[in-house]
């Protein structure tokens, strides 16, 4: 069984401040981790993954997250915060195969970003 | 443009009725999974598809139904075995073999019981 936590349902920053969302998983087997955002009343955008390869993982709008295995973490960081960063984002993991799109997601974390 | 598309995105409903909402993707994509989203619960996955015709429960299927008819369709039905429908309804798909590991979603549904 795989599960996800995200440690801070709320999260507050200031504009230009470093942004880290914390994410902790479980997995039977080596996974694909997943960090979403989404904006109200929308979908959710993949904002990057960690499949196999390098632990450090680049994504869209100058977010990053590293694969840590003995820690278990998949850590989203941003060196500045922007206020079009404020949206809610979430955690994911999935087995990988044909199990892939079958992700278990955190309860998410809300980014609130100060001017 | 290749996309999601769920449709209606606010839905009304009176208490003891069915309702439905549709799922269509022109990504070609042969999986196909549905999701409900409570405030501060993330998203629990309701059923999914891996291929046309064939579809699995998820975590919280009971007073839900689907069909798989069509590759590019997922309609989930909301029916009125479900004691709490009122949330917002995530549809994704993604290839199922090989390809991109992570779910496409849609622009989501969200359903109101009145």
């Known amino acids: 069984a795989q599960s996800v936590t995200q440690l801070g349902s709320h999260v507050s920053v200031s504009e230009g401040a470093l942004v880290l969302l914390r994410c902790n998983y479980s997995?039977?087997?080596?996974?694909?981790l997943f960090w979403y955002v989404q904006y109200p009343n929308q979908g959710l955008q993949l904002l990057l993954k960690y499949t196999t390869g390098a632990t450090l993982v680049k994504g869209i709008n100058g977010f990053e997250a590293e694969f840590k295995k003995s820690e278990t973490s998949f850590h989203l960081t941003k060196p500045s915060a922007h206020m079009s960063d404020a949206a809610e984002y979430f955690c994911a993991v999935s087995e990988g195969g044909t199990n892939a799109g079958k992700s278990t997601f955190g309860d998410g974390t809300t980014l609130t970003v100060k001017p | 443009d290749g996309g999601i598309t769920q449709s209606p995105k606010y839905l009304f409903r009176k208490e003891g009725q069915n309702v439905t909402l549709s799922c269509e993707q022109n990504l070609n994509h042969d999986a196909m999974y549905w999701y409900r989203q409570d405030p501060g619960q993330g998203l629990r996955l309701i059923y999914y598809?891996?291929?046309?015709?064939?579809?699995q429960k998820g975590d919280i299927a009971e007073g839900y139904s689907v069909s798989r008819e069509k590759k590019e369709s997922f309609p989930l039905t909301v029916t009125s075995a479900q004691k709490n429908p009122t949330a917002f309804y995530l549809c994704?798909?993604?290839?199922?073999?090989?390809?991109?590991?992570?779910?496409?979603f849609g622009q989501g549904t969200r359903l109101t019981v009145v």
């Open positions: 997995s039977s087997v080596p996974p694909y």
């Open positions: 598809s891996q291929i046309v015709n064939d579809f």
């Open positions: 994704a798909s993604r290839p199922s073999l090989g390809g991109v590991p992570e779910a496409f």
